[in-house]
Structure formats: structure tokens, C-alpha cells
């Protein structure tokens, strides 16, 4: 469809790529993009033919963070509590940290509020070397949401978090990279071809191992070192019951490549 505020591709056999589509708004979050893009990414996480999800914007931006002329604000009226909007946003933000398959972010220009904290819940951010990432919230009175409190000290700092958050100003991709806020600024012609290679790699990865390396770094967060290693334990005794743990093995040993299923039994 090609109005429609999420463009699904899954021609890709064990890709789907979703683009947020509202180039002329800047892929700003309205109520019917954000209720696309959750119900693609629910399609997604349940489709275990699907084996990574990338996330991109069409367009000049990655995404604005939310629509500011739908709903969020009425002029000279009672204002709208922001916290049932973030009933919205939430889900989404937790469906990526759990969804059991690895979850990229191509960032294909600026991101700002809502769309920076989407793009740090994914596993791998790539982003154009033109792009920057802006915590826009300062600006108009708002708090980093949709996890950007939890994401920016956990990957920067408090420091740089702080600075980010307060002075709302643009981080071009090459600093983001170097600060290790994302995984790799690319040249903007490189973007689509470099993600599409990592997302073919994946497409053909132990996929859920990947899903239990998630499990195991958001858990990091929280645990202490002992807990973390009785963790560890757990979770490599799923890894070690899966067949792709058989075929990897099996694979090298007999110096040849692995063909892996993804499958979890
Ligand atoms: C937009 C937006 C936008 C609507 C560009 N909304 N139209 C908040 C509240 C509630 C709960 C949930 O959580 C959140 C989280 C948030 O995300 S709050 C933060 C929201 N985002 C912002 O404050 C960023 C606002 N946008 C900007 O500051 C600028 O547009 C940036 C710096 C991103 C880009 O600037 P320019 O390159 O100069 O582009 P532009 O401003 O001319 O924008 C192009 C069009 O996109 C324009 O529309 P128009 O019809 O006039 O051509 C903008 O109005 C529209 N747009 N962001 N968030």
C-alpha cells in the first residue's frame, strides 16, 4: 500500500523491513503510524520465518518522535495527560528488547525524541554519517522518553546523557559512533547496502541464540555479577539443547559452513 504510515517488505526470505513512511512529517508518530508499526512488529515477532527486523525512515529523516499536532496538545485548553500517550509507545519499546531475534536500526537521517529512543531499543544501530540524533524533549518542557533515561547513561554516561537531555542539541552519527551511543556511522550511499548485508547474515544465524544474548544484556542491567552468572548458566543450557548448537559444532569440526535453522528445538 503505498499510502500507508508503515511500509512492510519481507521479499528478503528471513527479513522484514519496515519503513516509518511519513517523509513530509518527518516520520513524526501519529496515531495510525504508531498502530501500523506495533501490529507489523507483533506480525514480525511472531513470524518465526522472520529471523531479524530492520527498522528504517523514508525520506530525508528516521523519525521526529511523536506527531506534536496530533492530540498531544491543545491550544489554550486542558492539556492531554502525555502519560496515556506513553500507554502507546511502552508496548513497542518492550517489544523490541524481547523480541527473540535480532532488531536493527538503519537511521537514515535525523531522529529526535521518540524516534532516538526507538532507535536505541534496537540490538544494532547503523546510521547514515548526515544523520543526527537529537533528545528534542528539552525543547518543548518534556523528559527523554520511551526508555531514553534508561538507554543514554546504561550506553554514554551520565555525563553525556545529561548534556544530550538538557541541551537538546543534534549528535552527528560519526560522534554517536565514537561515544559507542550507536554501533556504525556509514557514508549515506553505504547505508542500505551495509544493513542489508548484516540483515542477510542474520537471516541465516543461530537466531535463537541471539535471542537468549538478548535476554542475558538487558538482564546485565539489573543483576548483580552472581546473579548474572547464574544467568549465563541457564541460559547456556537452552543455547546447548538447540540444534543450531549441534550444527555449529558439527560445522566446524568438519571445516565446513554451518546451515542453521534458527530454531529453538
Ligand atoms: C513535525 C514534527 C513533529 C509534527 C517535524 N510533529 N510535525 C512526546 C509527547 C507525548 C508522549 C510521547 O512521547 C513524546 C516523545 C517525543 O517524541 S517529544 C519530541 C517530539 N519531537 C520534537 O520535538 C521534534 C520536532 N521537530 C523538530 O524540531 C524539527 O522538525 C527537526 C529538528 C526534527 C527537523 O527540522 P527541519 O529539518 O528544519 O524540518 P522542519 O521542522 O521544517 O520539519 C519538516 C516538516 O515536518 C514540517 O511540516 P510542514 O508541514 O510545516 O512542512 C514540520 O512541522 C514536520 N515535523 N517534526 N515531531
Redesign the pocket.
Known sequence: MADAAVLVDATTPGVVRLTLNRP???N???QAMMSEFKAALEAAAGDADCRVVVITGAG??F????????G?YLKGGPQPD??L??D??NPIIRLIRTMPKPVIAAVNG?A??????LALACDLVYAARSASF?Q??A??G?I???GSTWFLPRLIGDTRARGLAMLAE?LLADKAEAWGLIWKAVDDDQLTAEVDAVAARFAAAPTHGLALQKRAFDASARNSLDAQLDLERALQSEAGQTPDYAEGVGAFLEKRAPNFTGRKS
Do not use: E, T
Open positions: 513530509s512529517k518527518l513524526a508518530f501519529n530525508r529523516a523519525s521526529a518522535g511523536q506527531d506534536l499536532a496530533d498531544v502525555l502519560g500517550v506513553l502507546s509507545y535525523m529526535a525524541g521518540a524516534g532516538v529512543s537529537m528534542a524533549f525543547k518543548i518534556l527523554p522518553d520511551c543534534p
